[in-house]
């Protein structure tokens, strides 16, 4: 054989229950989409057991497009195939689509099948599944597990001698749906034998498709393999299910966290999808953090603080209720409370940002401190130099943006404004009030306000009283 294992994951169905614009496997799950996780873990696990001898298709239908251009983009290293399937007749006949559609479906040893709406899955039981037919010479393995409500499961009937059968909940009676093991849509089947026994299935049942349960027979070589852990196999049919799902993933993330010493204060209410965390990094409650931030140790996260994107060195701290993204903060750096920080700022080590700062497109160098109340878009600053309060960088003029340069070790009085493009030269001083419209050498002092004019005695005439 060609290839010891062949990975298919069923993803055509349109997820009406879900009421997404998205077609089901792009459905958003922690920042990723449904499809990943499923395929992900298979490739996990065919790189594991089989190398470089697996394979991966995919059935698409609905959104077909849209799911292949994803995959396209983000699994580049991997050959992926795609069958495709106009009508969802049912999932045994998605799986004809595939081995009718994808030659390579039948050059491998076994299949492992697998539905793009089970994102909890792990490599490990994938793993489990492929070992259990394998020592057991079985022709064909479903994984299963109870639940207190199986309602919309398939059913797992084990008959008293060898093989078993599946009823899907429309088709079965009162007694069969009290039964709490179910199907869990994940198989690992003998290629021979899908072949053997796929084109036989019929349509004779309450929905009308063409069941890929149907391959199991209490007569034939196949087994339940039951799993302790079930909330791993929940399938995604409805938002209900698709929160539920990333909770647990959430959760499991969180914990790996936590043995590796990062801390919460509340875990219940953090919202954290990287596993990029490094340790005595302390986190506090409603702190939204992306899977795509990378943060590394003794950082601490102040309450309400959104992070997208974005890279936080050792030691930092973001204090309440500050936003960033797509930004990078160099190490025993301190932002916020209340910051804002936009893509492309990189804050320098042991800057300090303070409270209603606005930050944009613009490269701080070690030890800059803006501390309150600016707006600092498309500029460079350069070490030790001191932003007083209320500073405005005048990048845009109505059509285009330009930069502003400010040198090391300069003071901008509070209240300024540079009107880009502009540059400040290093050691320079701009008194507070000015606006700042021509460049400034090294060491240079410049003010641009109205003198002030003081009349005694003059202010009664102004004060009003009611
Ligand atoms: C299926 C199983 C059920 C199991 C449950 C686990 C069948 C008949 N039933 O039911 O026993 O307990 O999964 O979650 O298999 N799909 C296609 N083409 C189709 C139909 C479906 O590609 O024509 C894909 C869907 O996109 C989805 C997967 O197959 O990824 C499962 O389909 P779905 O309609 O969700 O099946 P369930 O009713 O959940
Ligand atoms: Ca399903």
């Not at 006949?93 to 479906?105: M, P, S, V």
Request: proline share 3%; aromatic share 8%; hydrophobic share 35%.
């Amino acid at each position: 054989m060609k290839y010891e294992v062949g990975t298919v994951i069923l993803s055509a169905g349109a997820g009406t229950r879900m009421n997404l614009s998205l077609p089901k496997p792009l459905a958003p799950f922690l920042g990723k989409c449904l499809v990943d996780y499923p395929l992900s873990q298979s490739i996990k696990m065919m790189d594991k057991v089989a190398e470089s001898k697996s394979f991966t298709g995919l059935v698409t239908g609905h959104g077909k497009d849209l799911v292949e251009d994803y995959i396209n983009e983000n699994y580049k290293n991997h050959k992926i195939s795609y069958a495709f399937q106009a009508e969802q007749l049912g999932t045994a006949h998605a799986l004809k689509c595939y081995f009718d559609q994808i030659e390579d479906a039948r050059n491998c040893e076994y299949t492992l099948v697998m539905c793009a709406d089970t994102p909890l899955i792990e490599s490990e039981a994938l793993e489990h599944l492929y070992n259990e037919i394998k020592s057991n010479n079985l022709d064909g393995v479903a994984a299963t597990f109870e639940v207190s409500n199986p309602k919309g499961y398939g059913r797992i009937l084990r008959s008293g001698s060898k093989g078993f059968h599946i009823v899907e909940e429309k088709d079965a009676n009162e007694e069969e749906r009290k039964v709490q093991e179910v199907n869990s849509g994940m198989y690992v089947l003998k290629t021979s034998f899908i072949l053997e026994h796929l084109y036989s299935i019929g349509s004779e049942n309450k929905s009308g498709e063409f069941y890929l349960t149907d391959l199991f027979k209490d007569d034939f070589n196949v087994a339940p393999i039951l799993f302790e852990n079930g909330s791993s196999f929940i399938g995604v049919n409805n938002l209900e299910q698709l929160e539920k799902s990333e909770i647990i993933m959430r959760k499991r993330i969180i914990s790996s966290l936590r043995e590796k010493g990062v801390r919460f204060v509340d875990s219940r209410h953090t919202y954290v999808n990287t596993a990029n965390i490094g340790e005595r990094t302390f986190i506090h409650p409603n702190v939204s953090i992306d899977y795509l931030s990378v943060i590394g140790k003794n950082v601490t996260i102040e309450p309400g603080s959104v992070i997208i994107n974005s890279t936080i060195e050792d030691g930092v701290t973001v204090k309440a209720y500050s936003h960033l993204e797509e930004v990078t903060l160099r190490s025993n750096s301190v932002v916020g409370p209340y910051a804002r920080l936009r893509p492309g700022a990189d804050i320098g080590e042991e800057s300090k940002i303070g409270n209603f700062v606005e930050i944009k497109k613009s490269k701080l160098e070690r030890g800059v401190k803006v501390s309150h109340l600016s707006y600092v878009g498309d500029a460079e600053i350069g070490e030790e130099t001191n932003i007083g309060c209320g500073f405005i960088t005048c990048n845009y003029d109505g059509a285009n943006k330009h930069k502003t340069i400010i040198g090391k070790k300069s003071f901008i009085g509070s209240d300024s404004q540079t009107v880009a493009p502009v540059s400040i030269g290093n050691e320079c001083f701009v008194a507070s009030g000015s606006t700042v419209t021509h460049d400034m050498e090294d060491g240079s002092f410049a003010i641009s306000r109205t003198k002030q004019v003081t009349k005694d005695g003059m202010a009664k005439r102004f004060l009003k009283s009611k």
